[in-house]
């Protein structure tokens, strides 16, 4: 981790958090690994098993966190693996893109698109643009208060999860 | 928490272009990594044992792979960590080939990144729980949805396997689209010759509950057991009794109703028996050209039936069956030529489709196999094939091949100059495509031995010219353009997705793509198989395939429901979602989002209203964690906390920059 604010300042990297469906763009990404389609290093992946698991919270957490940018492609629309689950994430994601500005985060920081397994050189080609856009957009300006959630946090959340319990952090932080 | 970290070099596929070494040595200063190395092929033998090794060596309770992708050796991993003795879901991978080595070519920007994904496993790993799998019983019996050729083979190999069946056929008989075509490529075999016998065996068998007329109404359950909905439609006629003597469809008055099974290149009476093989051979009532039931007064059929089996009362039924997998094999449907009003199709008696060629062709169709133009009955000369109509053609909406249309259309060229002998056919193609066995020797054999006009290029326009009709078109081989004088044009209809695909596979929960066939789970591995555990596919439900294609997914979708059926009982997958009760407020959103009514509403002992999530039924996609405003419905391995510390792994380094 520690060679990470190397490259920041070099410029050479910043920070791209994608989130992809398991059936769609996940595969996606894999066929574009397969057929060696290069691409920027920026990116990374946290696997979900459908767009629909996608909270906004989770985008706008790490966008608040310091992520420069956030990806979330699915499967095209009418062509979820479960169904309707793109569905759900096209309302939420949409909805997200029109109150991020309110937040004052860029919204171009963030994007969505459909990718299905099949279309390696389309997920190459979503992966360069929307990193050519983040490069051009600069690191992104430190949000303030914007600290994670801290390993503690995390604990009161799982915490939550198990016993029924609101996050202390998010009631100190009035969230 | 103990945790291994195991950096796979896949030979040089990762080791190439990420220094895994040093991956192996970062992941070691990650939370709760008790151990971390690197090994050249983790999936292979000696890999696994390692893995196993350490777990006991160092007693780990969970393990991190940094390999291929997920999709592709989870389950390989997830059997080494369960012999390693660990619960087989305390297992994470960091795809640091497919997203990394294959992609990237800065070893150093590469080798940073693997070991961001190992850390956000890791992060991941910290948070999972041992899941188990719950047991259940398993209902063993098949429906299979189609009547076809592939329809009829999956049936008959799961009868043959001591299966029960049910068939579900929406026509009168069973036989689809084969038991309309005349020969069968590239053998010239009687199409009915070869189909018959299994259709009569499908009557026959045991194991085999056959109902024609009858759609799928409704599918409810999963995998093991599903509750299905049949509707049988009223055919006015009880064929308890009907014997298929045919006595009504001879004094019938109504004689001018659309024929189907011909594809209405003649017309049938009211009450009928489609062909003369049907299966089952029972009459039913057409409501629509029936005098009784549409202007109240007639009943001769019913006068005349020496078992008294006919009932203008008759309404549809519904039966209920419990079947633990389905087979889909709803065929196809043909395109609708008339979107070519060029061709004149629909405006010229004398254009017709290719499948009204072949009932024409047919020694039990309605010209008793005699080739005969539908204007004036004449023997026709000069035949025109024109190809590709509805297929390859994105400006009508189908950029697909329908895969069959060059053979049957070379073979239609061949029964034409063997039914009359002095005849010339013409065939407009765009490319002859007769990839299989014995196929393009056969396509050979007729431009070669039957000396049939191939014209390369497509056709403009079709217009009359006295009684005869001028086909223009381009020849781009010759550089020229073509103009054939033709008795008669034969459309080589292309392929469709059945009329109604796209809600049954609704019904199913199957997708299906932008042109209603049905999805396989996988284009190349898992061709019979769908998304939804259980469910099946054969045939041209999927996309279009000849006849030997479909009989063969038939036999694989038998072969699949075989396997299924081989054990007692089935393990569902328990990455589902649970509900935390205590958090729970009754809102019952996530009811209302589950697309596949794996949540219900229940009370709890104070009498307060709760969801449930039935774990077999839900299938893992985490819609209802989105949506719960309690998070109190959380998907198993793939929870808030989860997530949320993924994010903090990639994200907080940045933080402590700042």
Redesign the interface.
């Known amino acids: ?1 520690s ?3 190397e ?2 300042v070099e410029g ?2 910043l ?1 791209i ?1 994608g989130f992809l469906c ?2 769609c763009s ?2 996606g ?2 066929t ?3 057929g ?6 920026d990116l ?7 767009s ?4 906004p919270l ?1 985008i706008t ?2 966008l608040v ?3 420069d940018g956030v990806l979330v492609s699915g499967c095209h629309p ?8 793109n569905f ?1 994430a096209r309302r ?1 994601l949409e909805m997200l893109k029109q109150f991020l500005p309110v937040t004052g985060i860029d919204p171009q920081r963030f994007e969505y698109t459909w990718v299905s397994a ?1 279309e390696g050189a389309r997920w ?1 080609e979503v992966v360069t643009k929307f990193t050519e856009r983040i490069h051009g957009l600069g690191p992104a300006p ?1 949000i303030q208060g ?5 390993e503690l946090c ?1 604990r009161h ?2 915490a ?5 319990e609101t996050c202390p952090c998010n009631k100190e932080k009035g969230l | 928490m103990r945790i291994g970290v195991f950096v796979c070099h896949c030979g040089s596929n990762i080791a190439a272009t990420v220094d895994c070494p040093s991956v192996a040595e970062a992941a070691k200063m990650f939370p709760d990594v008790a151990f971390a190395t690197d090994t050249m092929y983790a999936c292979s033998e000696p890999g696994q044992d390692s893995i196993i090794n350490a777990v006991k060596e160092h007693h780990l309770d969970g393990v991190v792979v940094a390999s291929c992708s997920p999709r592709m050796h989870e389950p390989t991993f997830r059997r080494a960590v369960e012999r390693a003795g660990l619960n087989k879901y305390m297992l994470e991978m960091a795809n640091i080939r497919e997203h990394v080595s294959w992609i990237g070519k800065d070893k150093e920007l590469n080798t940073r990144k693997a070991s961001d994904l190992v850390h956000i496993a890791v992060e991941k790993l910290r948070r999972d729980t041992p899941l188990v799998a719950n047991k259940f019983d398993v209902t063993k019996k098949v429906m299979v949805i189609g009547g076809g050729v592939a329809g009829i083979q999956a049936a008959l190999d799961c009868a043959d396997a001591g299966i029960e069946v049910v068939l579900v056929e929406r026509e009168p008989s069973i036989g689809g689209k084969m038991s309309k075509i005349d020969k069968t490529f590239p053998t010239v075999d009687c199409s009915s010759c070869i189909l018959g016998p299994k259709m009569v065996d499908i009557a026959q068998h045991p194991n085999i509950t056959l109902y024609t007329m009858a759609e799928v109404e409704e599918v409810g359950g999963y995998v093991g057991n599903f509750d299905v909905k049949i509707r049988r439609k009223a055919t006015y006629v009880n064929w308890d009794n009907c014997t298929g003597c045919g006595l009504c469809m001879e004094k019938c008055p109504s004689k001018k109703g659309f024929d189907r099974f011909n594809e209405g290149i003649a017309t049938t009476t009211a009450i009928n028996i489609p062909f003369p093989q049907a299966i089952p051979k029972k009459a039913s009532i057409n409501p629509e050209s029936c005098i009784m039931l549409t202007k109240g007064k007639c009943g001769v059929c019913a006068k005349v039936c020496p078992t008294k089996c006919i009932d203008f009362e008759q309404k549809d039924t519904i039966v209920e069956d419990k079947v633990g997998a389905i087979i889909a094999a709803t065929g196809y449907d043909l395109f609708d030529y008339t979107v070519y009003g060029q061709y004149g199709a629909g405006k010229y008696p004398d254009v017709v489709t290719s499948l009204q060629y072949e009932r024409m062709m047919n020694a039990s169709g309605p010209t008793s196999g005699h080739i005969k133009r539908p204007s004036d009955g004449k023997e026709p000369k000069n035949v025109v094939f024109i190809q590709c109509v509805g297929s390859r053609d994105k400006s009508v909406g189908r950029p697909y091949c329908s895969g069959f249309c060059c053979m049957y259309t070379a073979k239609q060229a061949i029964l034409t100059k063997d039914h009359i002998p002095d005849s010339n056919s013409y065939v407009f193609y765009m490319d002859i495509r007769s990839p299989g066995k014995g196929y393009d020797e056969f396509t050979r054999r007729a431009q070669e031995q039957y000396e049939v006009q191939y014209i390369r290029g497509r056709v403009s326009m079709v217009f009359p010219q006295g009684d005869k009709l001028m086909v223009r078109g381009v020849d781009t081989l010759a550089g020229e353009q073509a103009e054939v004088e033709a008795d008669l044009v034969v459309l080589a209809v292309g392929v469709e997705s059945s009329v109604g695909a796209s809600g049954l596979a609704e019904k199913l929960r199957i997708s299906y793509d932008s042109y209603g066939f049905f999805m396989e789970a996988h284009p190349k591995l898992k061709p019979v198989e769908t998304n939804t555990a259980g469910v099946y596919l054969a045939g041209c439900a999927q996309g279009p395939k000849d006849i030997p294609t479909s009989v063969g997914q038939g036999s694989a979708a038998a072969a699949k429901v075989a396997a299924l059926f081989s054990k007692d009982m089935l393990e569902s997958d328990p990455q589902v979602s649970k509900v935390d009760m205590a958090r729970c407020v009754g809102c019952l959103k996530c009811v209302e989002t589950c697309p596949f009514g794996a949540i219900k509403e229940i009370q709890d002992r104070g009498g307060n209203v709760k969801a449930e999530v039935i774990e077999t039924v839900c299938q893992g996609c985490g819609i209802c964690t989105v949506t719960c405003p309690q998070g109190a419905i959380q998907l198993q391995h793939f929870k808030d906390n989860q997530i949320l510390a993924e994010v903090n792994a990639l994200c907080q380094a940045e933080m402590s920059f700042e």
């Open positions: 981790m060679g990470r604010n490259l920041r050479r990297e920070r958090v398991n059936w996940y595969g990404a894999d574009a690994g397969v060696r389609f290069t691409q920027p290093t990374r992946i946290i696997r979900v098993p459908c629909g698991r996608i909270d989770f957490r790490a966190a310091g992520a009418r062509d979820c693996h479960y169904a309707e689950g759900y939420r099949s190459q430190r914007g600290s994670g959630y801290d995390l959340i799982e939550g999860v198990l016993q029924g």
